[in-house]
C-alpha cells in the first residue's frame, strides 16, 4: 500500500511518541513525508545536525570520511593512518575500491599503514615519529607518488604539527606529502571528513603539475569526479564515456593516482557522480581553472540515457550522434534484463537509508525494475542534497534524516517493505526480521552497479535477494501448515 | 562576514554558496548589475540579505568573496 502525505506525516507522529518530550521534539524536525513539489529543504527538513545523545545513529566519523572515502581509493599514495592502530586496521580494504596494478608495488590502498601510537607518544607528541615513517616508507616503497598523513582523534587533542612535519619531509623525499586534519571528533558525521580531504587535495594536491606544459590536451577530456569505482563502478562507467568518443583523462578517487589528479585541469569537464563527498573540489576546479562540472547519474537505463545526453549536449554533435548511437545500442540489452527481471519485481516496494547520495540516485534503478520507493533516507546528507531528493521520490513517501536504529526499525514493522536497501549495521537487524536486504554501500561483495553493464548486475542482485527460497523458511513447518494440509494428513 | 561562492547556474541564475556551511542560495535581487558597478545589497531567494563591496566591472564568475551580513 502506498501512503499519502497525512498518513506518512501520523505515521511519524506515532513512532515519535515513545521519546521523552525534546528528544522527539528535535528528531521530528529530521523527518516528513515527500511533496515533490518544493523546491526548497531548508524549511522542512533539518539535516547534517549533531546526533542526539543516547539514540543509535548509522553515522562515522571525519577520518572515515577522508581515509575511508575520499583519500582511501587512490591507488598511489601511501594513507598513514597516524595515531592508534585501530582506526586504519578496521577500516582497511572493506569498501572493495577496487584498482588495477600490483599490491605493495605500485598500489597501496589494501595495506594499513599506521603510526601506532602508544601511551609515550600521546605524551611526548608524535611529530618525530611520523618523519622517521614517511622516510621508511620512501625507502619500502620506491613507486608510491605521495603520502597522506590521516589524523585520528589524538593528533588533534595532543595538538602535533602534522602541517610542519608534511613539508618538511615532502622536501626530504621529493613526492607529495599531504596532511589531513580530519580527527575523529570534528564536525556531526562523515561528511565533514569529505570536507577536510577535499580541502587538503585543494591545497597540497591539485596544483603540483601547473607549470608543466607537457600534457597534451584534446577538446574531448573529462574528468570522472565523485566515483569510488566500489567493485569497479568507475570502469563501467568510464567504458561509456570512451565510447561516446570521449576521453577521460582522471578518476577521482576510484582507482585514481596523482599524477592523474594534476593533470585534471586540462578537462574540458568535470563530471560529479557523487555530489555530496566532490562537489567540494569541483566547484573550486571551476572557480580556479575555468572548468564547468555537471551532476550525472548513471544508474538504471533511464538514468543513464538521461546522462549520456545531458553530458554529450555540452560537446559537438559527433558526440551527440555518439551518445545516441551508443544508448541505441544497449537499449534492447536493457530491455532484454528489464524483460526478465520486472515480472519477478514487479511492484516490491523499497526503503532506503544510505549515505549521501544512493537514496535518491538509484531510485531511477528501481523504477525501471518496476519497483517502488517508499521511503529513502540519508546517514549525512546536506540541505541542498534534500533538494535534489523531493523531485526524484513519489508523493508521500517517508524521508527520515540520520534515522536513529528504532526509528528504522520502527518504520520498516509498520510500512513492511519488500526490500530494504541500506549498511551492514543494519543488514542482520532486518534478516532477523524476515526482510530481503541489500547492502548499498559496497554492493554486497557484488557491482559494479553503475553503467549499463552494471544495471545488468543490479537487477539479477535484486532477484536474487527477493526471491531468494529462504524468506519462505521463517515459519516452522507446523506453523505454516494450512488447515487443508492437517486435515489430508488426518 | 562569510566566505562565499558567487557562480551563475545552468538555469543562468545566481548562485550564492557558503562554502563552510554547505548552504546554497539563489541570489533574487542585486542592487548593482551593470558594467560601471556590480554588487552592492543583494538578497537571496531565503529572505536574508547580504553586502557585497561592489566591483568596478562585472567579475569572471565563479568567484569567492567575503560579504557582510545585513
Not at chain 1, 549533531?50 to 581509493?73: I, N, Q
Not at chain 1, 587533542?157 to 580527527?183: H, M, Q, T, Y
Not at chain 1, 564515456?241 to 574540458?268: C, N, Y
Request: hydrophobic share 40%.
Amino acid at each position: 500500500m502506498t501512503m499519502n502525505r497525512q498518513e506518512t506525516e501520523q505515521l511519524i507522529q506515532e513512532v515519535l511518541e515513545v521519546y521523552p518530550e525534546a528528544t522527539g521534539k528535535q528528531r521530528a524536525k529530521h523527518l516528513m513525508a515527500n511533496d515533490p513539489s518544493l523546491e526548497k529543504s531548508n524549511k522542512c527538513i533539518v539535516a547534517n545536525k549533531k546526533a542526539l545523545p543516547g539514540v543509535m545513529t548509522a553515522r562515522g566519523c571525519a577520518y572515515a570520511g577522508a581515509k575511508g572515502v575520499v583519500w582511501g581509493p587512490v591507488k598511489d599514495v601511501l594513507n598513514i593512518s597516524h595515531g592508534p592502530v585501530g582506526c586504519g586496521q578496521f577500516s582497511r580494504a572493506g569498501r572493495r575500491n577496487y584498482v588495477t596494478g600490483h599490491s605493495g608495488v605500485n598500489v597501496f590502498n589494501d595495506i594499513n599503514f599506521t603510526s601506532d601510537f602508544q601511551e609515550k607518544d600521546v605524551v611526548f607528541g608524535g611529530d618525530k615519529k611520523l618523519a622517521k615513517i614517511i622516510s621508511e616508507l620512501d625507502t619500502l616503497f620506491p613507486l608510491a607518488k605521495g603520502v597522506t598523513i590521516q589524523s585520528e582523534c589524538p593528533i588533534g587533542l595532543i595538538g602535533d604539527d602534522i602541517e610542519a612535519v608534511a613539508k618538511k619531509s615532502a622536501r626530504d623525499i621529493g613526492k607529495v606529502v599531504v596532511p589531513v586534519r580530519c580527527e575523529g571528533f570534528r564536525g556531526v558525521s562523515q561528511s565533514l571528513g569529505h570536507h577536510v580531504a577535499n580541502d587538503s587535495l585543494r591545497d597540497w594536491v591539485l596544483h603540483g603539475r601547473d607549470d608543466d606544459p607537457g600534457f597534451e590536451a584534446t577538446p574531448y577530456d573529462v574528468a570522472i569526479t565523485g566515483d569510488y569505482n566500489i567493485g569497479g563502478d568507475a570502469w563501467s562507467s568510464r567504458v561509456l564515456l570512451e565510447e561516446m568518443g570521449l576521453r577521460v583523462i582522471a578518476q577521482w578517487s576510484g582507482d585514481g593516482s596523482i599524477p592523474e589528479m594534476q593533470i585534471t585541469r586540462h578537462a574540458k569537464l568535470n563530471l560529479l557522480h557523487c555530489y555530496r563527498s566532490m562537489n567540494y573540489i569541483s566547484r573550486h576546479m571551476e572557480e580556479k581553472y575555468g572548468m564547468p562540472w555537471m551532476e550525472y547519474n548513471f544508474f538504471g537505463p533511464t538514468k543513464i540515457a538521461e546522462s549520456l545526453r545531458k553530458i554529450a549536449a555540452f560537446f559537438d554533435g559527433a558526440i551527440q550522434e555518439n551518445a545516441e548511437r551508443v544508448i541505441a545500442k544497449y537499449q534492447p540489452i536493457m530491455d532484454a534484463i528489464i524483460a526478465k527481471y520486472r515480472p519477478r519485481l514487479e511492484g516490491k516496494r523499497v526503503m532506503l537509508f544510505v549515505g549521501g547520495l544512493r537514496p535518491r540516485h538509484v531510485i531511477g534503478a528501481y523504477e525501471d525494475l518496476g519497483m517502488e520507493v517508499i521511503g529513502a533516507g540519508y546517514e549525512f546528507a546536506h540541505n541542498d542534497d534534500y533538494d535534489r531528493t523531493f523531485k526524484e521520490l513519489q508523493d508521500g513517501a517517508l524521508i527520515y534524516d540520520d534515522a536513529t536504529s528504532f526509528e528504522l526499525e520502527s518504520f520498516v514493522e509498520r510500512l513492511k517493505p519488500d526490500l530494504i536497501g541500506s549498511g551492514i549495521k543494519e543488514k542482520y537487524v532486518f534478516h532477523k526480521m524476515g526482510i530481503p536486504f541489500r547492502q548499498m554501500h559496497s554492493w554486497d561483495y557484488s557491482g559494479p552497479y553503475h553503467g549499463y553493464d552494471g544495471f545488468a548486475i543490479f537487477a539479477r542482485d535484486m532477484d536474487m535477494t527477493l526471491n531468494n527460497p529462504c524468506w519462505q523458511k521463517l515459519k516452522a513447518p507446523w506453523q505454516r501448515a494450512s488447515a487443508e494440509t492437517i486435515q489430508a494428513a488426518a | 562576514m562569510p566566505n562565499v561562492m558567487l557562480r551563475n547556474n545552468a538555469a543562468g541564475q545566481l548562485v550564492f554558496y557558503v562554502t563552510k556551511k554547505d548552504h546554497e542560495e539563489t541570489v533574487v535581487a542585486l542592487e548593482h548589475a551593470g558594467p560601471g558597478a556590480w554588487g552592492g545589497e543583494m538578497e537571496l531567494a531565503d529572505g536574508s540579505r547580504f553586502y557585497l563591496e561592489p566591483f568596478d566591472q562585472p567579475p569572471k564568475l565563479p568567484l569567492t568573496v567575503r560579504v557582510k551580513r545585513l
